[in-house]
């Protein structure tokens, strides 16, 4: 049961991922995976709340072939520090017990993938407000599906597409076409003071600022969400 997808992963084949990304007694129960590029691969099969988030919340894509949950950055950063599931994150290049925090994985994607820190606030947003979130939604012209239930028993509900002040009209209004066609609803997810990452830190707009922690990101201004819905114009016919 739950959500599986199709096996490519952004670098090379995970051959020591159940030497490397398994149960470590070290941290309990909790379980340990492994970053490849911009995907987290944890080792199948899956047991206890990581098997219920995947069963229920359609977390991550199950690859037999390979023998591994894919996991998109948000997706395991929510796990290891909302839920928590996961006892930690191994990273490229990282030496075999040297486990990423929530923090520590936190500061690392958002060096990795560009506005990393919006896009997790607009997960785990949605994600609390109990939708089932997609991260992948480019074939939709968004960057995020929601679904009020399991993907593989209803449609996507909304497209999300991130907006700021850069935002070309047109490319909202080409992705609210593309929403249309295929039958979903567009909504803008904008940010009330979209600034730098190590701008968020002080509000003082000081850019040599550090990247701000995860829970100060969360907790700023700068990372409130707001969701604006576009819908067709019906003209009054009475």
Known sequence: PGFEGNCQLSESSPTIMH??????AEHGAGIVGRRFGTQVLLPLP?????????TAAAVGRSCARLGVLILTLEEALFLLSEVPVLS?????????????TSEAFFQRCCRVVADFAWRYAAYRHFRLEGWVVRPEGFKFGADF??????????????AALFVGDGTPWSE?????RLAQTVAKELV????MQ??????VMDGTGDISAPTPSLAQHLASEASRVSVVAIRKWHSHLG
């Open 19 to 24: 030497e490397e990304a398994s149960v470590d």
């Open 145 to 158: 599906l929601l679904y009020d239930g399991l993907p593989d028993e209803v449609h996507a509900q909304y």
């Open 194 to 199: 979209r600034r730098s990452a190590s701008e």
């Open 88 to 100: 930690g994150i191994l990273d490229d290049g990282d030496a075999p017990g040297s486990h990423l």
């Open 46 to 54: 899956m047991t206890g709340e990581l098997a219920a988030q995947h």
């Open 172 to 176: 909202v209004v080409a992705s609210a």
């Open 188 to 191: 803008l997810v904008c940010f």
